[in-house]
């Protein structure tokens, strides 16, 4: 197994290792996870692995969480589709870390390219905790009494907004009412702390007015994504990406329209609330 950094502050290519032998193997496993954690996104090419396999190494991170709002492969239950077609694009375009809606968001994020069009549909992500570390001590010492709340209803505004939106994903709506997260979180293995705000799910700054809270809100999410603390992976087929939810934030970009583009997701459950 080799690996090779992707850029200076996140991210880093795994090469000479399918992930399918990663799945019983505790050693190599060991070595992904640990790369996992230092990295925080991690890049496999040519990872030609049935979804039976994706789902099976994905276990070895934890329990499987799923998704109210996607489908999954028939064969693989644990296995979510993620696709955009001409005629039902991707909407999710924002900055964002996976499901912080929820009280425990998902601890770990594995995406599987299926169908990638020939040109665009590239990700970023982006770190969260060197964009804390970057912070000055008395803006940290702020952020770190504050909390935030985080809705699936903020997230999910298009798809609720379409015809028959409300009550297509009721059920999910009503599982889900907003929660309150520290603005600062503390990473339950490492113990980095991470800025834990993100444009989708986000809505307000407790305790602060709303342009007190819109404003800090905007500078955060700018300084997040500053381009040192990011890396952008350009897909192939059977790429797989694996990133620590944690203390991480993803970016789709939706630049292949109206190609055809297919991925298959697990996400991976969070034991505690960060």
Request: glycine residues 6%; proline residues 7%.
């Amino acid at each position: 197994m080799q690996l090779q950094k992707a850029a200076g502050a996140i991210g880093a290519y795994i090469a000479d290792v399918s992930l399918a032998d990663v799945a019983g193997s505790d050693a190599l496993f060991a070595q992904v996870h640990a790369a996992l954690l230092e990295h925080e996104v991690l890049f496999f090419r040519g990872q030609d692995i049935a979804p039976l396999e994706f789902q099976a190494f994905a276990r070895r991170f934890g329990q499987v969480e799923g998704h109210p709002a996607y489908a999954s492969v028939p064969e693989a239950p644990d296995v979510q589709i993620l696709e955009s077609t001409a005629e039902e694009p991707s909407k999710i375009e924002a900055w964002h870390t996976d499901m912080t809606f929820r009280s425990a968001p998902p601890a770990i994020t594995l995406l599987h390219g299926q169908v990638i069009p020939p040109f665009g549909g590239d990700t970023l992500w982006a770190s969260t905790a060197a964009a804390y570390e970057s912070l000055s001590g008395p803006i940290r010492r702020m952020l770190d009494e504050l909390y935030a709340v985080h809705d699936f209803r903020h997230g999910f505004a298009e798809s609720l907004a379409e015809p028959g939106g409300t009550e297509r994903l009721a059920g999910a709506v009503a599982d889900n009412p907003p929660v309150t997260h520290p603005l600062i979180c503390v990473h339950p293995e490492t113990a980095k702390k991470v800025i834990y705000v993100n444009a989708l799910f986000t809505t307000h700054i407790v305790g602060l007015s709303k342009a007190e809270s819109t404003m800090l809100l905007a500078f955060l999410y700018r300084h997040i994504v500053t381009e040192e603390f990011v890396v952008r992976l350009s897909w192939q087929p059977n790429t797989v990406a694996i990133w620590d939810n944690r203390l991480t934030q993803h970016k789709p970009v939706n630049d292949y329209f109206p190609q055809h583009r297919r991925m298959h997701r697990v996400t991976i459950s969070g034991e505690v609330p960060i």
